[in-house]
């Protein structure tokens, strides 16, 4: 089997013997935007550790509307809660920017978890760090203004992202960030003429990335604890 280098962090951070474990069963995988993993109440039986492109966990409500509760990038897995027992997905799990993972199926996961502690510490210490990103957004949802929450969300994605630029489009947007369109248009439009991003034809480009960071909501730096160092600047 092919060892797969690894571009995703958690798998870097991994004891030697872990990696090597776990790479044996890691199967190279390629998703285009909008690809749905799963559904909620589907069982989880894969999870991803992302190499490039951004995974998103989006709450799916009975009208249809949506938001989204969890990033994953490089940094991350999808589906951790899987990890020491079966679990069925309780939200959609979907692409937002198209990338490449190392995809583990479930079970072979909650096998090598059992013979090695360190790997269920490295996942547990990534569980509880999603675990207060949660706390941290059910706040942040609830207070913090649209432009604060979306210059967020900007910088959550440039931070996992090899370029500044990236596509989405605004319908999709505003599915994530639980808004109307129009108001995160009017938020990509502040943050636009200020000369802190670029937004057409839905790609984003982030010109100024002190200058979001000054828009953006503490909840940034609270709740990002696997927060990676910002990207370049281009
Ligand atoms: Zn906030």
Same mark, same amino acid.
């Given at each position: 089997?092919?060892?797969?280098?690894?571009?995703?962090?958690?798998?870097?951070?991994?004891?030697?013997?872990?990696?090597?474990?776990?790479?044996?069963?890691?199967?190279?995988?390629?998703?285009?935007?909008?690809?749905?993993?799963?559904?909620? #109440?589907?069982?989880?039986?894969?999870?991803?550790?992302?190499?490039?492109?951004?995974?998103?966990?989006?709450?799916?409500?009975?009208? #249809?509307?949506?938001?989204?509760?969890?990033?994953?990038?490089?940094?991350?897995?999808?589906?951790?809660?899987a990890a020491t027992v079966p679990q069925t997905a309780l939200s959609r799990s979907i692409a937002q920017v198209a990338g490449a993972s190392c995809r583990v199926e479930a079970a072979r996961l909650r096998a090598l978890v059992a013979e090695?502690?360190?790997?269920?510490?490295?996942? +547990?210490?990534?569980?509880?760090?999603?675990?207060? *990103?949660?706390?941290?957004?059910?706040?942040? !949802?609830?207070?913090?203004?649209?432009?604060?929450?979306?210059?967020?969300?900007?910088?959550?994605?440039?931070?996992?992202?090899?370029?500044?630029?990236? !596509?989405?489009?605004?319908?999709?947007?505003?599915?994530?960030?639980?808004?109307?369109?129009?108001?995160? !248009? *009017?938020?990509?439009?502040?943050?636009?003429?200020?000369?802190?991003? +670029?937004?057409?034809?839905?790609?984003?480009?982030?010109?100024?990335?002190? +200058?979001?960071?000054?828009?953006?909501?503490?909840?940034?730096?609270?709740?990002?604890?696997?927060?990676?160092?910002?990207?370049? *600047?281009?």
């Amino acid at each position: 089997m092919t060892e797969i280098s690894p571009g995703n962090r958690l798998i870097a951070a991994m004891a030697d013997g872990d990696r090597k474990a776990l790479q044996q069963h890691g199967v190279p995988f390629d998703f285009p935007q909008g690809h749905v993993f799963q559904e909620p #109440g589907d069982p989880i039986e894969h999870v991803h550790f992302v190499e490039r492109g951004i995974v998103s966990s989006v709450a799916v409500l009975q009208d #249809g509307r949506t938001i989204e509760t969890v990033m994953v990038g490089c940094e991350g897995v999808t589906g951790v809660i899987a990890a020491t027992v079966p679990q069925t997905a309780l939200s959609r799990s979907i692409a937002q920017v198209a990338g490449a993972s190392c995809r583990v199926e479930a079970a072979r996961l909650r096998a090598l978890v059992a013979e090695r502690p360190g790997l269920g510490a490295l996942l +547990a210490t990534y569980a509880g760090a999603l675990q207060a *990103e949660l706390e941290q957004s059910a706040a942040c !949802n609830a207070l913090h203004r649209a432009e604060q929450r979306f210059a967020k969300w900007l910088l959550r994605c440039h931070d996992r992202l090899d370029g500044a630029a990236f !596509n989405l489009t605004q319908e999709y947007l505003a599915s994530l960030l639980g808004s109307q369109r129009t108001t995160v !248009n *009017e938020a990509a439009q502040g943050l636009q003429k200020s000369g802190a991003i +670029a937004y057409s034809r839905g790609r984003v480009t982030v010109l100024d990335r002190a +200058a979001v960071e000054r828009v953006a909501c503490e909840c940034y730096r609270v709740a990002d604890a696997f927060r990676l160092a910002p990207g370049s *600047e281009s």
